[in-house]
């Protein structure tokens, strides 16, 4: 899995076409998935956009649920979308939960929670909400999650919660 975190269109381009080239199995992230979708046909990646309004960097989700829910709906059920990147703990206002639970109603496809998931809890919480997966990058690298601060240790804590979840 590539996740694409970049800063503007023309660096989540030269992104994602990094990806196809070096055959990933996912692409997870942007906010161009039309773009995407271009790049990535013909490849066997699977390619899973942000829904919603995300700005600046790190990366913020604003919008409503309803609407989010609605972008999820309407970007998977697009050829060429497999699922979502939701940047359910970057919203500005919005519950993580009840969000991350509307747009897995609404979208055809797997829900992979990105972003400042930072302890075990909030796993547990997602996946009671029916998201397919997610990412850890900051957290991890502060030992902010039980098994630190060793990473492997950290790492061992989130599968066996993952797993269990």
């Given at each position: 899995?590539?996740?694409?975190?970049?800063?503007?269109?023309?660096?989540?381009?030269?992104?994602?076409?990094?990806?196809?080239?070096i055959g990933v199995d996912w692409?997870?992230?942007?906010?161009?998935?039309?773009?995407?979708?271009?790049?990535?046909?013909?490849?066997?990646?699977?390619?899973?956009?942000?829904?919603?309004?995300?700005?600046?960097?790190?990366?913020?989700?604003?919008g409503e649920i309803a609407e989010?829910?609605?972008?999820?709906?309407?970007?998977?059920?697009?050829?060429?979308?497999?699922?979502?990147?939701?940047?359910?703990?970057?919203?500005?206002?919005?519950?993580?939960?009840?969000?991350?639970?509307?747009?897995?109603?609404?979208?055809?496809?797997?829900?992979?929670?990105?972003?400042?998931?930072?302890?075990?809890?909030?796993?547990?919480?997602?996946?009671?909400?029916?998201?397919?997966?997610?990412?850890?990058?900051?957290?991890?690298?502060?030992?902010?999650?039980?098994?630190?601060?060793?990473?492997?240790?950290?790492?061992?804590?989130?599968?066996?919660?993952?797993?269990?979840?």
């Amino acid at each position: 899995m590539l996740e694409v975190v970049s800063t503007s269109e023309e660096a989540e381009i030269r992104s994602i076409s990094a990806a196809g080239g070096i055959g990933v199995d996912w692409v997870l992230g942007g906010t161009h998935p039309q773009r995407g979708r271009e790049i990535l046909d013909g490849t066997p990646a699977r390619y899973c956009p942000f829904p919603g309004t995300v700005v600046d960097h790190p990366s913020i989700l604003q919008g409503e649920i309803a609407e989010i829910a609605e972008h999820a709906r309407s970007l998977t059920a697009t050829p060429g979308i497999d699922g979502l990147d939701l940047l359910a703990y970057r919203h500005v206002s919005a519950d993580p939960v009840s969000l991350v639970r509307s747009v897995v109603e609404a979208a055809s496809g797997p829900v992979i929670v990105a972003g400042s998931i930072a302890s075990l809890q909030q796993i547990r919480d997602i996946a009671a909400a029916g998201a397919w997966g997610f990412t850890i990058g900051g957290a991890i690298f502060e030992a902010l999650l039980p098994g630190g601060p060793d990473l492997a240790g950290q790492i061992k804590a989130v599968l066996s919660v993952a797993s269990a979840a």
